[in-house]
């Protein structure tokens, strides 16, 4: 039988439950797609939204082998998954993508830094702490666990010689601590045809745990810098011969230099400003490109700013927004709740993207959310 190439034909599975999951299914429904969830919290963010939910742990073979196998295409949100279930799915049939070839190289922050030497790719320099007789000598450095960090956990500047008695334990890149002006972010993504398309360079500025606070769209930074950025991006993501949507995050230096940091293939947070400031956002573009369909067009259509809306300090349990009412009577402000009950410091509840025809009345909105809205218990 024929089949439809959008709509109700695919069976598409997302590993992962969590907001990413349920942006990616309010994209899936314009264009009737169901999107079937696995996840191990019932009470997940996408758990209302999915066609289905099966509730099992996306790290276990068995459990990945028995939701992905009656899948055309399935999908992640997160690096951290059973790779060995992902090759046996892709033997079977199933277009795995990212590839599991691709989330191989990514999910161990080490074999990650050894892709980029090995095509040339700048990044800043590392070692493996196996490697390393005397630590003490690399100071000041960033030591990073090499799998299952994520959102700034598993990283931690090391400056002192007393800094190195609570250094994490296990497997760890150990990296020149890079002395970079802007934390920048291209989007890029690519379908089976080998088409590409990136979004503009994002600016991101991080909090003190390592969570993205702001976001700027676009970046402020020349047109050769950003032009550099988003061939880099397209290189990496050609390099990785990967399908769907990266995420590459740089360091940019005083000197005009740029290093990879890391890289995500999936939707990601410096990308959430995409569904209102641009022509198609980076949810329905990840869906164009795992289904091969034509890429969307990534124009910009208002400056904007994102805000994270991340747990307050101190405060524990049912969440309250407070301050919500204020926030939205300011105009071109849009508000995205993740469906999470509960909240702890820094957990990320929700996002808030500001739009302008001003780049600068974008920022000064932004810092006004920031003041109104506070996630508490
Ligand atoms: P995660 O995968 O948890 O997001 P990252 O590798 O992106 O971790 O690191 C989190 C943050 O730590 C970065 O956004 C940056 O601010 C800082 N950081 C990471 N690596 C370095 C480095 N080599 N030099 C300086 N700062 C770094």
């Given at each position: 039988?024929?089949?439809?190439?959008?709509?109700?034909?695919?069976r598409?599975?997302?590993?992962?439950g969590g907001?990413?999951g349920r942006?990616?299914?309010?994209?899936?429904?314009?264009?009737?797609?169901?999107?079937h969830?696995?996840?191990?919290?019932?009470d997940?963010?996408?758990a209302?939204?999915?066609?289905?939910f099966?509730?099992?742990?996306?790290?276990?073979?068995d459990?990945?082998?028995?939701f992905?196998?009656?899948?055309?295409?399935?999908?992640?949100?997160?690096e951290?998954?059973?790779?060995?279930a992902?090759?046996q799915?892709?033997k079977?049939?199933?277009k795995v993508y990212?590839?599991?070839r691709v989330?191989e190289?990514?999910?161990?922050?080490?074999i990650?830094?050894?892709?980029y030497?090995?095509?040339?790719?700048?990044t800043?320099?590392?070692?493996f702490t196996e490697?390393?007789?005397n630590?003490?000598?690399?100071?000041?450095?960033v030591q990073k666990?090499?799998?299952g960090?994520?959102?700034?956990q598993?990283?931690q500047?090391?400056k002192?010689?007393?800094?190195?008695?609570?250094?994490?334990?296990g497997?760890?890149?150990?990296?020149?601590?890079v002395?970079?002006t802007?934390e920048?972010?291209?989007?890029v993504?690519?379908n089976?045809?080998?088409e590409?398309?990136?979004y503009?360079?994002?600016?991101c500025?991080?909090?003190e745990?390592?969570l993205?606070?702001?976001?700027f769209?676009?970046a402020?930074?020349?047109?050769e810098?950003e032009q550099?950025?988003?061939k880099?991006?397209?290189?990496?993501?050609?390099?990785?011969d990967?399908?769907?949507?990266l995420a590459v995050?740089?360091?940019?230096?005083?000197?005009g230099?740029?290093?990879?940091n890391?890289?995500?293939?999936r939707?990601h947070?410096?990308?959430?400003?995409?569904?209102?400031?641009n022509?198609t956002?980076?949810?329905?573009?990840?869906?164009?490109?795992?289904?091969?369909?034509p890429?969307?067009?990534?124009?910009m259509i208002r400056?904007?700013?994102?805000?994270?809306?991340?747990?307050a300090?101190?405060h524990?349990?049912?969440?309250?927004?407070?301050?919500?009412?204020?926030t939205?009577?300011?105009?071109?402000?849009?508000v995205h709740l993740?469906?999470k009950?509960?909240t702890?410091p820094?957990r990320k509840m929700?996002?808030?993207?500001?739009?302008?025809?001003?780049?600068e009345e974008a920022?000064?909105?932004?810092s006004?959310?920031?003041?109104?809205i506070?996630?508490?218990?």
């Amino acid at each position: 039988m024929k089949k439809n190439l959008i709509g109700k034909d695919h069976r598409l599975g997302i590993l992962g439950g969590g907001q990413l999951g349920r942006m990616f299914i309010q994209a899936a429904i314009n264009y009737n797609i169901d999107v079937h969830i696995m996840e191990n919290d019932a009470d997940a963010p996408s758990a209302s939204s999915a066609t289905s939910f099966t509730l099992g742990d996306i790290t276990n073979f068995d459990d990945v082998m028995k939701f992905g196998a009656s899948l055309d295409v399935l999908t992640v949100e997160i690096e951290n998954v059973n790779i060995d279930a992902l090759y046996q799915l892709e033997k079977q049939g199933v277009k795995v993508y990212p590839q599991a070839r691709v989330l191989e190289i990514i999910k161990d922050k080490g074999i990650q830094k050894e892709f980029y030497k090995k095509n040339d790719l700048p990044t800043s320099e590392f070692s493996f702490t196996e490697n390393i007789d005397n630590l003490e000598a690399k100071l000041p450095f960033v030591q990073k666990i090499r799998t299952g960090g994520y959102d700034g956990q598993g990283v931690q500047v090391v400056k002192s010689k007393a800094d190195l008695n609570s250094l994490f334990k296990g497997a760890s890149i150990i990296e020149e601590l890079v002395p970079f002006t802007k934390e920048l972010s291209v989007i890029v993504a690519r379908n089976e045809n080998g088409e590409t398309e990136a979004y503009q360079t994002v600016e991101c500025q991080f909090n003190e745990v390592n969570l993205v606070e702001f976001l700027f769209s676009p970046a402020n930074v020349t047109d050769e810098i950003e032009q550099r950025a988003v061939k880099l991006a397209i290189n990496v993501i050609e390099k990785l011969d990967m399908i769907g949507i990266l995420a590459v995050e740089f360091f940019l230096l005083e000197n005009g230099d740029l290093l990879i940091n890391e890289i995500a293939p999936r939707p990601h947070n410096s990308g959430h400003h995409t569904i209102e400031c641009n022509a198609t956002s980076q949810f329905e573009q990840h869906l164009r490109s795992i289904l091969n369909l034509p890429l969307g067009s990534t124009e910009m259509i208002r400056y904007g700013a994102m805000i994270n809306l991340l747990g307050a300090e101190n405060h524990f349990g049912k969440a309250i927004y407070h301050g919500l009412e204020k926030t939205i009577s300011l105009p071109c402000v849009y508000v995205h709740l993740y469906g999470k009950t509960q909240t702890k410091p820094n957990r990320k509840m929700g996002h808030i993207t500001v739009t302008n025809s001003s780049l600068e009345e974008a920022k000064k909105s932004a810092s006004s959310v920031k003041e109104l809205i506070k996630v508490i218990s």
